[in-house]
């Protein structure tokens, strides 16, 4: 009779004692997982860990027992024909686990495009055509061309390089509206002393 333990277990799991198939796998697993965490990535740790490789494995071990006849001469022989068996069913889910990843988009640049969205709501758009049509009422008709250019986004030299009038003059004028603007609505008044609520 062998003098280690574990040789004595492998001659009961040969012989299909169940007892013995368990109290295996908790001696064995240790070290096992240790053997798939020292080469899993930190990227892949979120897709599988260590347990899902080892109990893959030694659900096809039990299986080679019950059902192929396997056998081994000692805890040895075993140890490394698990290792081995372990390696190679990380690696083969490595492989499939890269492939996915290849085609999956950072989370952060998916958070990034959800968050950004180029459209405006509708009451956004409600609420600038009404501010627009008081803008409007308040200019006088001389300078609906230099407003209309403000609010397609150009700049103070591109009007005032359009219109032919001098940049000063264009931010005097776009401050004026807004002073207007202000003065029929109390709650900008605020903003507008500090900034050109025109844009």
């Not at 001659?11 to 965490?37: C, I, K, N, W």
Request: aromatic share 6%.
């Amino acid at each position: 009779m062998s003098t280690n333990p574990l040789d004595d277990l492998l001659q009961r799991l040969s012989h299909g004692d169940e007892a013995a198939a368990e109290q295996v796998f908790r001696t064995y697993e240790p070290y096992l997982r240790m053997v798939v965490r020292r080469q899993l990535p930190t990227r892949l740790r979120c897709k599988f860990d260590s347990v899902d490789v080892v109990q893959s494995v030694w659900a096809d071990v039990l299986n080679g027992f019950q059902n192929s006849g396997w056998s081994f001469n000692n805890s040895s022989q075993l140890r490394a024909f698990l290792v081995k068996v372990t390696r190679n069913r990380f690696l083969d889910r490595l492989r499939k686990h890269e492939r996915a990843l290849e085609h999956e988009h950072p989370a952060d640049d998916n958070i990034a495009l959800m968050a950004f969205d180029p459209e405006p709501r509708p009451s956004e758009v409600a609420q600038a055509d009404e501010l627009w049509q008081k803008i409007v009422t308040l200019c006088p008709p001389a300078h609906l061309e230099l407003l209309r250019l403000k609010r397609e986004g150009r700049t103070l030299n591109e009007i005032a390089e359009q219109t032919g009038m001098h940049p000063s003059s264009v931010r005097r004028i776009l401050y004026d509206l807004a002073r207007r603007l202000a003065d029929q609505n109390p709650a900008t008044s605020t903003a507008a002393s500090d900034e050109d609520p025109l844009g």
